[in-house]
């Protein structure tokens, strides 16, 4: 967290960097500069004229070995396997309770490598209006994904392995392999914007990200650092501190665009219950993101903010 200082003056400079370069550089996150990451887990909370919203993550270290065997084959496709000792699981649990409609509830749990940050798999569980579970398994030509269901009644007091509704999809890339050498999954962007060392990466980054049925290139953007008041709980192995203060921030931008063929619909990007560009605040001390904004369909602009924090021990790293 130390070095995180001297990224606010960088940032500054960060315009004139751009200018230079004339655009957004090809997909780097082969080459990130990524440092460890200070959390372990983070809860936001935003409440709107429309409703209020609630997001748990969580983020855990394992070893390559417990990961393998919680992904699922990819029939007839090469999936791709853990690029190292570790592997690197965020945990997201979102919920929306609008004043008007029902409430809705999205479990996401994601693998990847931490140095790449390359996704290995991605599945998501919905419960509201809509009941399924989709998983998601990363290949090296595409995307293989399997969706269960519910048929009645009586399963949808089942577990999800035991709904008999399931259908099969495969989703080839659609760009050659020097475009995107590396595929994120949207949480892995949370994660990209806690551990990069700002001062030491180039901007913009440009990173490709598959996000439900196709390719997206999210061009990420640093600003200037903003003033904002926070108001969260702060939790160690050793304390539990309140943080109400007015604190200096960086702001990431994130600009997504789909990545299809003419003749194909694109897809709306969702990153946190948000849909399309969004911003990550980081504290420029420490680089805990204390505020995600964006748009939602439902709640109109949003600003989800920082509630809890839990610190990992020192001893820990992100980037091993």
Same mark, same amino acid.
């Given at each position: 967290m130390g070095g995180f200082r001297g990224r606010y003056l960088l940032l500054f400079l960060i315009p004139f960097l751009c200018q230079s370069s004339g655009r957004a550089q090809s997909s780097l996150a082969a080459n990130l500069e990524l440092g460890s990451v200070s959390w372990r887990l983070l809860s936001f909370k935003a409440n709107s004229a429309f409703g209020k919203l609630k997001t748990d993550i969580q983020l855990t270290i394992a070893p390559a070995g417990e990961a393998a065997e919680l992904l699922i084959a990819a029939p007839q496709h090469e999936a791709l396997k853990a690029s190292g000792s570790k592997t690197v699981s965020i945990?997201?649990?979102?919920?929306?309770?609008?004043?008007?409609?029902s409430r809705e509830e999205l479990k996401t749990q994601s693998w990847f490598n931490p140095k790449d940050i390359s996704a290995l798999q991605r599945v998501r569980l919905r419960r509201g209006k809509q009941l399924w579970r989709k998983s998601y398994r990363f290949a090296k030509n595409g995307i293989y994904r399997v969706r269960r269901k519910p048929v009645d009644e009586h399963e949808q007091g089942m577990t999800p392995d035991q709904w008999t509704s399931v259908q099969e999809a495969f989703y080839p890339y659609t760009v050659k392999g020097s475009e995107c050498p590396v595929i994120l999954e949207p949480n892995g962007l949370l994660y990209l914007a806690t551990a990069l060392e700002l001062e030491k990466q180039q901007f913009p980054l440009s990173i490709c990200v598959f996000n439900k049925k196709q390719l997206h290139r999210v061009e990420i953007s640093g600003g200037p650092a903003e003033a904002l008041e926070v108001d969260y709980l702060q939790r160690t192995q050793e304390t539990d501190n309140?943080?109400?203060?007015? #604190?200096?921030?960086? &702001?990431? +931008?994130?600009?997504?665009?789909?990545?299809?063929?003419?003749?194909?619909e694109p897809e709306t990007?969702?990153?946190?219950?948000?849909k399309g560009d969004f911003d #990550?605040?980081?504290? &420029?001390? +420490?680089g805990i993101p204390v505020r995600v904004s964006g748009g939602s369909s439902s709640f109109g602009e949003a600003d989800i903010l920082l509630d809890t924090v839990e610190i990992k021990p020192r001893s820990g790293s992100s980037a091993e």
């Open positions: 945990r997201v649990h979102s919920s929306a309770d609008p004043f008007l409609g309140r943080i109400r203060k007015r #604190i200096e921030t960086i &702001k990431l +931008s994130f600009e997504p665009h789909p990545l299809t063929p003419p003749d194909i990007f969702s990153f946190l219950g948000l #990550i605040f980081l504290d &420029k001390t +420490s």
